[in-house]
């Protein structure tokens, strides 16, 4: 499409160029120049509207001057672009190939503007004639997307050849209505200059105003055009230099409904945008809101605006007239034109007039140095034609050197041919815009006289939410409970301690090895004390010491936990030990209490060794649990709660807790196991087993239900803390009750142990007589062994016995029968005789004689039971 209507254009202008070269211009006094307005569009920037009538205004101004273009009138020519930029390509097109040739071009519209200007670069145009009767092949390379091509185009035939070409001549541009950053590239556009300033002139004043406010955290809202697309690259590479975030980049269309849904979503407080003034009251018609409404969500916001009507309103210009006096002279016309002024309904482009007031004289004044120097050279502006770059060249830097006060200020230009411009800063206060004060673009300052801004709230606006971190810590009467309860567990672990120790000598306390208990109240002092370990958070200690308190924790929980459980675990192993052994395998052999403890020592070395290794290579740490954002209890403005909650974790904590979990969960399920298969059993040795046993099925049911729940709950600080410390106290004061209650009642109830009663004939024995009874004991024990061997001789002495009596009848003496009295004829040996209850005597029968006693060799005598 782009290249039809290229070629429509173009030969279309060929004809109207050929068809115009016949007339004559007779106007030797008059200069003209172009322009271009946009003013009965439906879309767009229709500031034509009061630019027109301004720059109108201007033109007779200056042709009442006598010292500016003397002896010469300018006069402009000019249509409507409705801010179409094909439709400102025929407008234009038609202006430059329409006599009288115009020196210079005025236009307005950003878009409008990038057209025109556009023809300053323009690569490898060939255009060719093939036939007369006006048919041409157009091919067209340009350097980038062409929307519209206008150029001055002159006729040339090459000889001895049947083609005609056309050859290009470029002029230079003045727009007093375009703010486009990408017009001020002099690579693209490198004639054009412009009354109207940059869009890029606001953003060195929003830099500063957002360091001056303290926001560091913006959003930027966009509309999808070129205009916008520059203005905020140019914004982003500015706040990024000023370390200034851009949390959001939101670009539409037409329908900015989704981009502001974003904005919510990303907290945005600090929004740019674009708007003309009083955007806020014209869309009531395409909102739901009332107007006090949108009144009310406006109020405070501020606007940066390119300095459009001088500072100083009563301040005389090169016109001779103020920017008062413009006014009313602006307004006169416009009711002239149709436009109810009078009514506060101004038309489109009221604030930009001054500009284009202004881009007139800057082009009579650009004019008026060129003829000086042009005289110099023999030349007059009546001289120029599209094709003359020497006059161009002239009227270019002209225009690139003025400089006065024109109605809209300090009018001057830039390298780029921007407009150099101060920006004032305005804000919506009960309703009305109120300038705060102006900024200096080329000094980048504020001016002294600088008002304070005034704000809703009285405080100025936060970039951002403001998060506000609230560390979750323990309820204080939870806390000083479990340490009460705590110490009173401390205190009487101290009192049980100092019992065992003064009562080591009664029998009750000596046959539950009194070492082992003490070890295990130990082991519970040192449970009880963690306790209160757990329960110092970020409201009572620093950062910097919770991270001690956090190792504090786990020397103290695990190895309060191995000298309190190893100590009950080494007695029922030990009971374990003496009950599985068979009868015939059973020695007394005193217990050794040495053995016990070395079993709870190889458990804390052990304990000492993971904790070692654990705190060398990955201590614990303070870690920070952060929750979803809260609302205050108060309706504080742009606040939101960040709870947070201290946790003690180490780089690899899965890994170590899994080590102790591990090892512990070992030690705790073969206790468990010892402590039921001794379930029934009593031991002398060991008189407090059975209770011992109860102690461990209560801490072994008590650390798996504690474990895996406090895991769940860690986030929970209030409910883990109390599980944990009514788990430990649980424990402590059950083993403590188990293990010391019946003591205490039997030496209550028992103030002399039977050891010590007058009854025991054992009453007073020192260490040398218990371990002399201790060997009577032993020696006892091998007597039975021996009489068991007799009886079982004995045994086999009756049965021989009685297969001789049947074999060869009862032997008689002195006419008494005797079962008792045996004859080993073969060997003629003397045997014992009866003894009876009376009295004891020996009796033999050999020779006649008889004796008392008579000797016999252990094998020739077998005793019989009475005797025995």
Known sequence: MIYIFLAFTLCTGIQKTLAG????????????IGGIFPIKGKGGWQGGQACQPAAEMALKDVNKRTDILPGYTLRMHSNDSQCEPGLAALVMYDLIYNNPKKLMLLAGCSTVCTTVAETAKVWNLNVCICSEEGYIDVMVSVGSAVVALVIVLQKRTEPNSGIVFIEYQLFVELCYGASSPALSDRQRFPYLFRTHPSATVHNPTRVELLL???????AILQQAEEVFISTVEDLESRCKARNIEIITRQSFLSDPADAVKNLKRHDARIVFGWYEDDWFTNMVNDTTCTLEQLKIAAEGHITTEAVMWNEDRDQKTISGMSANEFE???KDALEEAGYPVKENRRPEGYQEAPLAYDAIWAVALALNKSMAILENKNLSLKHFTYKHKEIRSEIYRAMNSTEFLGISGKVAFSSQGDRIAKTQVEQLINGSYVILGYHNTENNTFDKDWKNAH???GKIPQDRTTIQSELRTLNVPLFIGMWVISLIGIIIAIGLILFNVCNQHRRVIQFSHPVCNTIMLIGVIICLASVILLGLDGQLISPEM???????????????????????????WRVHKLTTKTKNTVKYKKMQPWKLYSMVAALLIIDLILLSVWQIYDPLQRSIQIFPLELPATTEYDIKIRPELEHCESNNHSVWLGIILGYKGVVLAFGLFLAYETRSIKVKQINDSRYVGMS???????????????MIIASQQDASFAFIALSIIFCCFLSMALIFVPKVIEVIQHPLDKAESKYNPDYGLSKEEEDKYHKLLAENEELSKLIKLKEDKILLLRLKLKEKEASSGPIKVDNQTTNTLTVNKVDNLIVADFITGEGTSDSAYG???????????????EFSEPYL
Request: charged fraction near 15%; charge should be positive.
């Open 696 to 710: 461990i099925y209560n801490v072994v049911v008590l650390c798996v239900i504690t474990t895996p729940v406090t």
């Open 847 to 861: 020779g006649g004689t008889q004796t008392r006693s008579s000797r016999a060799s252990i094998s020739d005598i």
């Open 328 to 330: 009313h002279r602006l």
């Open 212 to 218: 001056k406010y303290g926001w560091s955290r913006i």
């Open 21 to 32: 070269s016949s007339k004559r211009v007779t106007e030797t006094n008059i200069l003209d």
């Open 546 to 572: 919770y991270a001690y308190i956090c190792q504090g924790r786990a020397w103290l929980l695990s190895i309060g936990f191995t000298l309190g459980y190893g100590a009950m675990f080494s007695k029922v």
């Open 455 to 457: 704000w809703i709230h």
